[in-house]
């Protein structure tokens, strides 16, 4: 199996990290949707982090449906809790740092794929409230969400938090820091220190967004 994207991406990195955790062996590698365009286009024509490719050679693409792939195809490694309660809070916290990290996205392209003069400050402004909003109720939710599914194993929302925290910590620090989610960093800083995601770590920049022809 061979996982494609870089680990700056929140989305490779979950799937590095949730793959793990289901004990799945994956070579990874790590090339740019915007610096290796010609690669990664080579292996994936529409360009898109994460793309993982079965033994098979079937194409996968889309974070949530590749971990939803293996988890449905053998139930014994799942990642969600078990009981209806616990599912369904675990399940809010996921959608909320999905969203999250949706809107992160959105603002790190319209921040450094965008010439500042086309720069849209009424759209910034928007998906900025969004984030802080979403990070207000992730801060409200940590604590007593049900993120573990052992005392040093994350579920999938645990992870997927985490590396997006992270995420947003890496790329837009001036809204992660003028926040203070601290119930958040807190969680952030025990899931980094674990050994899996130790293993894949947020990556650095190998170079800025838009240094590229975005599709030449
Ligand atoms: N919903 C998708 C989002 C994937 C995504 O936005 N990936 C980014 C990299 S972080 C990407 O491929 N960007 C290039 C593009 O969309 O053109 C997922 O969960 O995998």
Known sequence: MKLIGMLTSPYTRRVAISLTEMGLEFEHVPISVFSHLAEFKA???????????LDDQTM???????????????????????SDAD????ASVLGMAQTTCDKTVQLVYERELRPAE????????????????ACEQLESLVEDAP???????????GITLSVVCTFMQNRIPDIWERGSFDK?????????????????????????LAHAPLWP
């Not at 195809?73 to 799942?78: E, F, G, L, V, W």
């Not at 086309?118 to 909003?133: L, M, P």
């Not at 800083?189 to 800025?208: D, I």
Request: no cysteine; charged share 25%; proline share 7%.
């Open 118 to 133: 086309k720069q849209f400050a009424d759209w910034i402004d928007r998906v900025t409230g969004q984030v802080n909003a």
């Open 60 to 82: 996968l693409t889309d974070s949530h449906v590749i971990i939803e792939y293996f988890d449905r195809a053998d139930r014994s490694r799942s990642l969600w809790p078990e």
């Open 147 to 157: 993120l573990w599914l052992e005392a040093d194993r994350l579920n999938m929302a």
């Open 43 to 53: 292996l994936n024509p529409v360009v898109r982090a994460p793309t993982l490719f």
């Open 87 to 90: 599912l369904r809070a675990a």
């Open 184 to 208: 958040l960093n807190a969680f952030r800083e025990s899931a980094e220190a674990l050994p899996t995601f130790r293993r894949w770590p947020h990556a650095s920049l190998a170079a800025p």
